[in-house]
DNA sequence: TGCAATACGCAAGTCTCGTATCGTTTCATC
DNA sequence: GATGAAACGATACGAGACTTGCGTATTGCA
């Protein structure tokens, strides 16, 4: 109960968990290692993995989540659909074709375990979610999209056909869904039907 | 080998361990049953089911994708939009609350299992894809979209949020966002756009 | 009628997850 | 110092997934 009582927790234990778990997902995958071998690599006893993490599923999505959970993905560019484009990109180049199964396991593993779904939408969600907020409330206040714009739908056509590739599909996002998701925003939500350079690309070579 | 050689496959123990294995996920849920009860219920033995099929996961992906694997979800309407919409109910309606869980489960099961991932995008995956593509393909040929439309795009963008909302945000699919994916295919692919300034309008006349 | 091949039920054995309990160690507080 | 609370490594445990091996049953073929 009281943190200050009692013999304090091992300093570098919860970092070292991470690491292993890290090593041994990017190593094995997910079903390849066992949290004997978490807590081997680490150094410490098995319970000082599950003081700290209640599952496997848990611990996994903790130490693939647990570095650059503080990057602001859809930064500042200047305009939205930069913005948009930029961190669709800085997306696609985090679920690139390398890491798909490493990731997959992970969105499975999070399905059915509620703890586990927390600690992902917390560490990895949120701060993405965000980060596409604060574009779309500048974006309004730049007059490129409308004060009626829902972030949450916005976020939801973004995200969502990115993890179906991903995931489902099993495949790269290509060039042409990338357009398609940026261009169906700004269909969707723009201010001014005023030509966005996300149309004319598609016309302009004619 | 030869299938023709040796004793035959007891015919009937597939579909009772299928059953059995339906019938327990409803009644209990994935964690909630072992491989020995599916073999106890369906009157057979434990490696009986292992024959069949080589692990929980992949049981239990068969079982819930064995029925209703040939519905044309996105069925004739009479128009795109119509297709569109009661397909993405139809959808919805399966996602929905009571069978939430169950379809967490499903994913679950999939997590560390290449082989029931494969089997589920055969048994529910493709279906659904290739009814949509025929209903795509049913609207230009009315001229309701676009000759280039991109079915795999189309796909992406209708299936997406969904898969996004189940297992992310683990809810339910809001009728706006629904709206805003059937207008969102709309505006980018629909050949004939009344006034609204859709992309097509603006390259065709090139 | 034999024989090879395969499926069958059954049971024993291995592996891993997650829990519980041991004696020990490290801290704050008395 | 002594004490109590909590973390530590180690280990035993129950449950369930999956494997392996046994003896038997059922088929096609020689």
Redesign the pocket.
Known sequence: ??????????SG?DEAILRAGRELMTEHGYAG?????V?RRA??????V???W????V?VVAAMTSVGADVDVFADTGSFEGDLRSGLEAMRALYHRSSAALFADVYFAMAS?LAARDLFNENHVRPRRRSLARAVERAIERGELARETDVSTVTDLVSGPFLYRRLIAADDLRDVLLDAIVEAVLLLYGAKPQQSSATIDRCSPA
Do not use: C, I, T, W
Request: without cysteine; charged residues 30%.
């Open positions: 109960m009281n943190p200050a009582v009692g013999r304090p927790r091992s234990a290692f066992s949290m004997d071998e807590a150094g410490v006893g098995r319970q000082s599950y003081r700290r209640p599952s496997k599923p611990l375990d």
